[in-house]
């Protein structure tokens, strides 16, 4: 069987790294194509996973819109899957690039596999373009691995057959696992990791923070400046915060909280390293899905700075809470689980066990075609 691994950014690199690597040890052959919708986040990710693109469309552009990207996308898929003519594409999640490589693929007749299929929000501004992008990815996928029973239910409620929908956990576990090991062995030096070890107090406790969402732009990046401004007032806080590169994000962030005391603002950092800060962290606050899956596994508190999330199985198992962009309610929970929190009961992360990759490869080898 000849499988397409089709991503363009580093959260669908980092969930389709450990796939990647349990279909190089199948009898499929397998091929990859980015479309480089972020590039230098997304090379970090290729090289600390040593994966070689087969395809490297390098589609990022300076201000892009999401039309141009979309046009790009399809284009440029279409001279790949031509040539290739794959059995099967696998996409990742709800980006741009899984919805329209999903779209190009179903214009061939090229079967579409979706990993980390069936999360909903059902609310198409939140997140924006994602949720629509996911939507319109399963209405094409004729294969749909869920990472977890709510995402099942979400595509049998939907009127997609049971048949193939294979509940697998989420590789991004997978990745976590294999990341923490890394980084742990005996000799091991990643030169960020090291770069942080120097310049960040580990003797408080500290707060990691990320923030990338659309819907966030604007007041609510601003509310949350506000409380993370008056939470750096403790004299028991570290403030870390990765900030992302899109100037709706940086320039407000550096506005707020440039050279203040306790506030650590440094540029992304690769994942390897972000690893090691959410295993430093007592406290992380973010809009990612990523990190709210991770986390559980860390035994690390997050406090979603969303007011929906389609990854609720945190939420209900008290691993996260959502708290919006509400300056007040930000820092009403910080100083909580700052104070209070001591660990969590339930330890069992709900979005997977590290072994999602080996039963989608599994769910492969033994698929009737």
């Given at each position: 069987?000849?499988?397409l691994?089709?991503?363009?950014?580093?959260?669908?690199?980092i969930k389709?790294?450990p796939?990647y690597?349990e279909?190089?040890?199948?009898?499929c052959?397998?091929?990859?194509?980015?479309?480089?919708?972020h590039?230098q986040?997304?090379d970090?990710v290729?090289d600390?996973?040593?994966?070689v693109?087969?395809?490297?469309?390098?589609?990022?552009q300076?201000?892009?819109?999401?039309?141009?990207?979309?046009a790009?996308?399809?284009?440029?898929m279409?001279?790949?899957?031509?040539?290739e003519?794959p059995?099967l594409?696998?996409?990742h999640?709800?980006?741009?690039?899984?919805?329209?490589?999903a779209?190009?693929?179903?214009?061939?007749?090229?079967?579409?596999g979706?990993?980390?299929?069936?999360?909903?929000?059902?609310?198409?501004?939140?997140p924006?373009?994602?949720?629509i992008n996911?939507?319109?990815?399963?209405?094409?996928?004729?294969?749909?691995?869920?990472p977890t029973?709510?995402?099942t239910?979400?595509l049998?409620?939907?009127?997609?057959?049971?048949?193939?929908?294979?509940?697998t956990?989420?590789?991004v576990i997978?990745?976590?696992?294999?990341t923490?090991?890394?980084?742990?062995e005996?000799?091991?030096?990643?030169p960020?990791?090291e770069?942080l070890?120097?310049?960040i107090?580990?003797?408080k406790?500290?707060?990691?923070v990320t923030?990338?969402?659309r819907?966030?732009?604007g007041e609510?990046?601003?509310?949350?400046?506000?409380?993370?401004?008056?939470?750096?007032?403790?004299?028991?806080v570290?403030?870390?915060?990765?900030?992302?590169?899109n100037?709706?994000v940086?320039?407000?962030v550096?506005?707020?909280?440039?050279?203040?005391?306790?506030?650590?603002l440094?540029?992304?950092?690769?994942?390897?390293?972000?690893?090691w800060?959410?295993?430093?962290?007592f406290l992380?606050?973010?809009?990612?899905?990523?990190i709210?899956?991770e986390a559980?596994?860390?035994?690390k508190?997050v406090l979603?700075?969303?007011?929906?999330?389609?990854?609720?199985?945190?939420?209900?198992?008290?691993?996260?809470?959502?708290?919006?962009?509400?300056?007040?309610?930000?820092?009403?929970?910080m100083?909580?689980?700052?104070?209070?929190f001591t660990?969590?009961?339930?330890?069992?992360?709900?979005?997977?066990?590290?072994?999602?990759?080996?039963?989608i490869?599994?769910?492969?080898?033994k698929?009737?075609k």
């Amino acid at each position: 069987m000849k499988i397409l691994l089709c991503f363009g950014t580093r959260p669908e690199a980092i969930k389709m790294a450990p796939l990647y690597h349990e279909l190089q040890k199948s009898s499929c052959e397998v091929k990859v194509c980015v479309t480089a919708q972020h590039r230098q986040m997304l090379d970090q990710v290729l090289d600390f996973f040593a994966i070689v693109p087969d395809y490297d469309l390098d589609l990022m552009q300076p201000n892009q819109t999401l039309n141009g990207l979309s046009a790009n996308i399809i284009s440029k898929m279409d001279e790949v899957l031509t040539k290739e003519m794959p059995d099967l594409v696998l996409v990742h999640g709800d980006t741009t690039t899984s919805s329209m490589v999903a779209l190009a693929a179903f214009h061939l007749g090229i079967r579409v596999g979706h990993i980390e299929a069936g999360l909903r929000t059902y609310n198409k501004q939140v997140p924006f373009p994602e949720e629509i992008n996911r939507q319109i990815t399963s209405r094409i996928a004729d294969i749909h691995f869920t990472p977890t029973t709510q995402a099942t239910k979400n595509l049998l409620n939907e009127g997609v057959s049971e048949t193939y929908i294979v509940e697998t956990g989420n590789t991004v576990i997978d990745a976590l696992f294999w990341t923490a090991n890394k980084i742990q062995e005996a000799g091991y030096l990643h030169p960020e990791i090291e770069q942080l070890k120097k310049c960040i107090p580990t003797n408080k406790k500290i707060v990691l923070v990320t923030g990338h969402r659309r819907e966030s732009f604007g007041e609510g990046f601003q509310n949350i400046c506000e409380a993370l401004l008056a939470i750096s007032e403790r004299a028991d806080v570290t403030i870390v915060y990765p900030v992302h590169l899109n100037p709706n994000v940086k320039d407000v962030v550096y506005e707020f909280l440039s050279n203040k005391e306790n506030i650590f603002l440094i540029p992304p950092v690769s994942y390897p390293a972000f690893v090691w800060l959410m295993q430093q962290s007592f406290l992380i606050v973010s809009d990612s899905g990523g990190i709210q899956e991770e986390a559980p596994s860390l035994g690390k508190p997050v406090l979603v700075t969303r007011t929906i999330s389609e990854r609720p199985e945190g939420v209900s198992a008290g691993f996260s809470k959502l708290v919006g962009t509400d300056t007040q309610k930000i820092m009403k929970n910080m100083e909580a689980i700052l104070d209070d929190f001591t660990g969590f009961e339930e330890k069992r992360n709900p979005y997977g066990n590290g072994k999602a990759s080996q039963q989608i490869v599994d769910f492969l080898l033994k698929e009737p075609k």
